[in-house]
């Protein structure tokens, strides 16, 4: 299949350039450890962690997320927004392009207590099954985060 962008290209490329901007400051940035909602995050250089943005995103997962639902987190870097839905009791997949968030979310995972699984995958080439609740913090300059839920 022929991948065809739907995007005008002065879009694809700002997006370009706030990703090699970000990820250079991010491998710069070492290692980090945080305590967010309650959990006890390591995050390796080149890994997301959360943010004052993405606090909102991971406040909402906390106030959705019902146990026994099945989540996808998609892009899930350190695992936050996995874990905190694991932690609620729904069961989770969590799933990033980037090898080194994945296996930065398991270590989370087991640091926390917490089950869930983690695989690499771009975007749903990995996925498979229904979801109540797909979460997603998408690395993308200046927009928002989304959550999609299916109708209760
Ligand atoms: C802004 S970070 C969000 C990380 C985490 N969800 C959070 O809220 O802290 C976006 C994540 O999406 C991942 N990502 C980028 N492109 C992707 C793709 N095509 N498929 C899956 N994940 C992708 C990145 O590696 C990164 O970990």
Do not use: K
């Not at 995972?109 to 998408?138: E, M, P, Y």
């Amino acid at each position: 299949m022929v991948y065809r962008p739907t995007l005008p290209p002065d879009r694809v490329e700002d997006l370009r350039r706030w990703h090699e901007h970000a990820y250079r400051d991010l491998a710069a940035a070492g290692e980090r450890r945080l305590d967010y909602l309650g959990l006890d995050l390591v995050v390796p250089p080149g890994v997301f962690a959360p943010t004052p943005t993405s606090d909102l995103l991971g406040r909402a997962v906390v106030a959705e997320v019902r146990s026994g639902e099945r989540v996808l987190d998609m892009g899930t870097g350190s695992g936050v927004n996995a874990l905190l839905a694991a932690r609620a009791g729904a069961s989770v997949l969590g799933v990033d392009v980037n090898p080194v968030p994945v296996e930065a979310a398991e270590a989370n995972a087991v640091r926390n207590g917490v089950r869930a699984t983690f695989r690499v995958s771009d975007v749903f080439a990995q996925v498979n099954g229904c979801f109540d609740l797909v979460v997603i913090d998408r690395p993308s300059a200046g927009s928002p985060h989304v959550t999609w839920r299916r109708r209760r």
